[in-house]
């Protein structure tokens, strides 16, 4: 079944800080357009010629490349519109715990993803590594890399010049602290939940 646009959360106006028209042009334009090609790329692999497979150039080449430039391009977006439409305030329960004990404070995480996304070309992205059971923010400078294999997504950041250019022109930190503004820390603390809960059974089938 082909991938479908998500709908908002929330309403086009109702972001402090990021303006209706950002909001437009992210969700309803760039966006849908990761969607279509990762369609169109899903339609055209079966018909690829695997037996001209090649490193240096190959049509199945260039559809596995961009098949994950597009898959990720997807993901990240409906991750960052799905936590948006908050008002300020702070993680509680479970979250907070995770990131009083992995960051320091919640002011230190806050602080560090800020940092991340400073320097990053694309996307600073919260992740719980199954590995050692902590949360970590990972740079991306593009969708499809500075992932880490393993990781669960819990939230992430568009650092994108197309998520706060035309509100902030090139003044990225003032967008930063625009976004923590409307963070919805109770759906954070879904997806917390939901990467813990994933994460043991990760752990469980390496055991078996």
Known sequence: MPFAVKDL?????A??????????????????????????????????DRSKAAQTYSEYR?????ETFNADGQILHELYFSHLGGRSGRPSGA??????????????FVEDLSACGLAARGW?????????GKLHTFLCDVHNQG???GTIPVMTLDVYEHAYFMDYGSARADYIKAFFQNVNWDKVAQN???AQQMAKIAGSASMA
């Open 9 to 13: 959360p929330f309403a086009k106006d």
């Open 15 to 48: 972001l402090q800080g990021i303006s209706e028209k950002t909001i437009e042009t992210h969700h309803d334009k760039l966006y849908p357009g990761y969607v279509n090609k990762r369609n169109e790329i899903d339609a055209a692999l079966p018909n690829a």
């Open 62 to 66: 260039a559809l596995k490349l961009e």
């Open 95 to 108: 979250l907070a715990d995770q990131i009083n004990r992995d960051f320091g404070s919640f002011d230190a």
């Open 124 to 132: 600073a992205t919260v992740a719980l590594d199954p590995s050692d």
């Open 147 to 149: 992932g880490v294999w």
């Open 192 to 194: 917390f939940e939901r």
